[in-house]
């Protein structure tokens, strides 16, 4: 849980865009969150709603062009990362922010063996020599526990399983200690046991490390012990934000409501799976009112003409929300639905 008073870091009304010969494609449209030391921020969302761009945003690591930050900020530890220079935004990413990629076979460079790809941060950030460097990259290898590290730490990636790669991609954000680290989709085509492995993995070195984590996924399954709140994309923009528990208890938006219908829950009688039905927007031209109007089973006609702001919840029957937001209208019908 969270420590310092200040927040690690700070994202406000961020925006991106992509520029291409078919138009512009805003794919983050004022995206607010924070995470503070210690804490882990959950952010999900439908494939191609602004999680993995916005994190991409964060690190300085956007292909421009055709993408763009066209407005917000990005404060880590009080600084707008926005406006460093590239040379000292290099000395941060790494260092201070590290990023954990969801494909770790293409994330890892295949002809480099993984102990050379693990000692280059200590090579490059620290100058140490190779035979120290390798010998830290054992020490990463033996603290995210894969096997015979010493007699593997010159095998190449694709002498790894899938869960063994994912491991070697948490030690390389780990290698010098960052306070925040960025995990998209860490779980991506591994098997349920795998996952787990790798996600209590997680939770136990950002316990030892007090970082801070947010980890970009679309499974809502994979975040319900681990995170700390919850912030919820559609369509470029958050929707709603709130406590993990209370997130899982009483969703305050119909599109959050959907994609906890949509996966099977142990603590319901068994009952037929609700798919959300139709397509995301495309974000080139978004439904004018409520993005998600088109697709909401609970539509209004003020919905199809009024964009909802991100408010904060006020309380219900004499019940506080602390930390809650909902980008929709009937937040409170939601709540009384739930």
């Not at 794919?27 to 995470?35: I, K, L, M, R, T």
């Not at 406006?83 to 990023?99: C, D, Q, V």
């Not at 090579?123 to 603290?143: F, I, N, P, Y």
């Not at 080139?284 to 697709?295: D, K, Q, T, Y």
Request: charged residues 25%; hydrophobic residues 40%; contains cysteine.
């Amino acid at each position: 849980m969270p420590t310092d008073e200040q927040p690690l870091l700070e994202v406000r009304d961020l925006h991106v865009e992509f520029r291409s010969r078919d138009g512009v494609v805003n794919a983050v449209n004022g995206v607010n969150y924070e995470v503070a030391a210690g804490e882990t921020l959950a952010v999900l969302g439908e494939s191609g709603c602004g999680k993995s761009v916005t994190a991409q945003a964060i690190m300085g690591i956007l292909d421009s062009p055709p993408g763009f930050v066209t407005g917000g900020q990005v404060l880590f530890r009080g600084r707008d990362m926005l406006t460093l220079s590239n040379e000292e935004r290099r000395r941060i990413r790494g260092r201070k922010i590290a990023m954990i990629f969801q494909d770790a076979l293409s994330a890892l460079n295949p002809v480099l063996t993984v102990g050379y790809q693990l000692g280059e941060m200590f090579r490059v950030h620290q100058g140490l020599s190779k035979k120290a460097a390798t010998a830290k990259a054992v020490e990463l290898m033996d603290r995210v526990r894969i096997p015979a590290a010493r007699q593997r730490v010159g095998d190449y990636p694709h002498q790894f399983s899938g869960g063994m790669r994912q491991r070697i991609m948490i030690a390389m954000a780990l290698a010098l200690e960052p306070d925040l680290i960025i995990a998209d989709e860490p779980t991506t085509a591994l098997d349920v046991t795998v996952q787990a492995q790798v996600m209590d993995l997680l939770a136990e070195l950002q316990r030892e490390y007090n970082m801070g984590l947010i980890l970009i996924t679309h499974d809502l399954g994979v975040v319900a012990d681990v995170a700390d709140k919850i912030a919820v994309m559609y369509a470029g923009r958050i929707v709603e934000t709130a406590p993990v528990g209370e997130l899982y208890r009483r969703p305050a938006h119909p599109y959050t409501r959907g994609l906890l219908d949509s996966i099977p829950r142990l603590d319901r009688r068994l009952r037929r799976l609700e798919a959300i039905r139709g397509l995301p927007p495309d974000l080139r031209a978004v439904p004018l009112g409520c993005e998600f109007n088109p697709r909401c089973p609970r539509v209004r006609s003020r919905c199809r003409t009024d964009r909802p702001p991100l408010h904060q919840l006020s309380a219900v029957d004499g019940r506080e929300l602390p930390g809650r937001a909902s980008a929709c209208h009937y937040w409170k019908a939601e709540l009384t639905d739930a």
